[in-house]
């Protein structure tokens, strides 16, 4: 059983960068795919970057592309985001989550797919 904790989230003006972290216990993120989802209010929850559990390969939604980067640390064992350039529209509940590293990358954009998620932590941008 994989648990996940977000960390890093905050209130930060237009431009500014925030690192958010997931640090997991229970397993390790060489078995598993990190997934990274933020939720607006009144809105859907929709997919924002990933990093592959066994290639460390990685995917970016458009709207952050450029911007935002997602890693892993040595010990497989944390994740970040670094949001860079942040925009008003970034305003959400980011949540971290995992999947198995084999599920197939077609899938891994959905958030059903995702077996394991975090609590979430707000970011909020603005002026």
């Known amino acids: 059983q994989v648990q996940l904790q977000e960390s890093g989230g905050g209130l930060v003006q237009p431009g500014a960068s925030l690192r958010l972290s997931c640090t997991a216990s229970?397993?390790?993120?060489?078995?598993?795919?990190m997934g990274w989802f933020r939720q607006a209010p009144g809105k859907e929850r929709e997919f924002v970057a990933y990093i592959r559990g066994n290639t460390g390969g990685t995917s970016y939604a458009d709207s952050v592309k450029g911007r935002f980067e997602v890693s892993r640390d040595r010990g497989r064992t944390s994740g970040s985001l670094q949001m860079n350039t942040l925009k008003p529209e970034d305003t959400a509940v980011y949540y971290c989550?995992?999947?198995?590293?084999?599920?197939?990358?077609?899938?891994?954009?959905?958030?059903?797919?995702?077996?394991?998620w975090g609590q979430g932590t707000q970011v909020t941008v603005s002026s």
């Open positions: 229970g397993g390790t993120f060489n078995s598993y795919t």
């Open positions: 989550a995992a999947v198995t590293a084999s599920t197939i990358s077609g899938r891994l954009r959905d958030p059903a797919t995702y077996t394991y």
